[in-house]
């Protein structure tokens, strides 16, 4: 009975995970090409965007996390609620960008106002919706391997949920058909409510937040004094400090490979060098085979554990950086492999990112004899360092790329030429200088066997 009751828990979870990739994978990959190829937004105007988002998307998840973990309205304090009622608000801000506001007579500023309310409504409705979820990551169950079974429901999930991109690549022919793709769009965010809206309804969590009145005033975080003394205990953690300066590289590598990866595609490989259902196949394949690769090394991380799966593919980058560098450039196929590669490993390893902080959150409960854990606290933390390299990385390759003529108005060979060279040296380079920053980092990180120490682990609730 109770393994029936975990595996309808796991599955409520995952449905989540399934429409947040649905969305969000469509999101990353086209939001940045549309607005710089499609609507003709200026440089001046998308990085005014990206700045003005990289302050609300630091400021959001910490806030987002205090309510979450603090507010005494039953929809706010809840996870199931937080996400039940944010699902339709999450689906209406996915739709945003896909309706193009401007036409060749209207303003440059229209342009610039658009991606700045796509982006805020849109980070908006995801932070508060996945901080809910990544919390119950933590929730759900104590047991490592409960969480370890729950990761592997989760990127059966993605896996489903990412084929989104493969899907309107080959239904708008990569984006040339708009109509198709504001369809195939309405669609993909219907489905996601209605999976969101599962979650909301059926998910159910270890932990007792029903009863915060009850709680010892001491216990109790009721003002924003006491979350400042949270926060600060929380970020004199050498472990949460190792991982979120790590993880702050590895949102940016993310962003580059999604918001980039189409942008690079066509100038480094070229619109006829391979064919195009093979192109499409390569943009659905760097979103689905993240989750497939970690189906296939769950073994391992069940033996090693997550730390030194993570340590392994910073390794990983470095090396195939250095291989692709002196190899790649002499074959579209080499490129098409290397880009697919780059953009797998660093998905792959953000999916084992929930267990790190899992692992940091039982950490912190234990050191400071909390009643409950601070979930969305710490998760929001995490964010409010990590979120800006969001905009930090379409703004910093952007600025390299109009070094190399991107948005030349009159593209001559040489240029374009100079361009192809300037992108497979950001390409290979990138997961190199990450890498072994990433490396050297990690290695502060100091919980690296909590799958096998999890009986030491002692809880108050």
């Known amino acids: 009975m109770l393994l029936r009751f975990q595996q309808s828990n796991f599955l409520a979870y995952a449905t989540t995970t399934i429409a947040a990739n649905l969305m969000n994978s469509v999101f990353q990959f086209y939001y940045v090409n549309l607005f710089l190829n499609q609507y003709k937004i200026s440089i001046y105007w998308f990085n005014a965007a990206q700045t003005f988002y990289l302050v609300w998307n630091s400021i959001n998840d910490p806030l987002f996390g205090y309510l979450q973990d603090n507010s005494s ?7 199931r609620l937080n996400i039940l009622y944010g699902a339709p608000l999450f689906s209406l801000s996915f739709l945003l960008p896909w309706f193009g506001w401007v036409d060749k007579t209207s303003p440059e500023w229209l342009a610039g106002v658009h991606l700045i309310v796509s982006l805020f409504f849109y980070d908006s409705m995801f932070t508060f919706v996945l901080l809910a979820q990544c919390s119950l990551f933590t929730e759900i169950s104590r047991n490592q391997s409960d969480r370890q079974t729950l990761l592997f429901y989760s990127q059966i999930g993605s896996i489903i949920g990412s084929s989104s991109v493969l899907l309107t690549e080959v239904i708008s022919n990569h984006m040339q058909n708009i109509h198709n793709f504001q369809i195939t769009c309405v669609v993909i965010a219907l489905i996601s409510w209605c999976l969101m809206s599962y979650t909301g309804y059926n998910i159910k969590t270890s932990v007792n937040r029903s009863s915060d009145d009850e709680m010892d005033s001491k216990n109790r975080v009721e003002n924003w004094k006491t979350a400042m003394k949270t926060w600060l205990e929380i970020l004199k953690n050498k472990n949460f400090i190792s991982f979120v300066i790590m993880n702050f590289f590895q949102v940016f590598h993310y962003a580059y490979c999604t918001n980039f990866f189409s942008i690079f595609r066509k100038h480094i490989i070229g619109a006829d060098a391979l064919p195009s259902i093979f192109q499409s196949l ?30 392994l593919s910073f390794l990983f980058k470095i090396l195939i ?69 969001q905009s930090l990385a379409p703004v910093i390759i952007l600025f390299l790329l109009n070094k190399a003529g991107y948005k030349n108005d ?52």
């Open 73 to 79: 309205f039953a929809f706010l304090k809840h996870r």
């Open 321 to 389: 950086g250095g291989f692709f560098f002196m190899f790649g450039y002499t074959s579209p196929w080499l490129v098409a492999a290397f880009m697919i590669l780059d953009s797998t490993i660093v998905s792959a390893t953000f999916s084992l990112f929930n267990l790190s902080v899992s692992d940091i959150i039982d950490h912190d409960q234990i050191c400071y004899n909390r009643s409950r854990p601070v979930s969305s606290m710490i998760f929001g933390l995490n964010a409010l360092i990590t979120k800006p390299a």
């Open 410 to 461: 009159t593209m001559t060979d040489s240029i374009e030429k100079s361009l192809s060279e300037a992108m497979f040296s950001i390409m290979v380079f990138v997961p190199i200088i990450i890498g072994v920053l990433q490396f050297l980092l990690w290695n502060i990180y100091s919980l690296r066997n909590t799958n096998k120490d999890e009986n030491e682990l002692k809880f108050k609730f």
């Open 282 to 311: 390569m943009a659905g394949g760097a979103f689905i085979l993240p989750s497939v690769a970690v189906l296939m090394f769950s073994p391992l991380i069940l033996k090693y554990g997550s730390y030194y799966m993570i340590k």
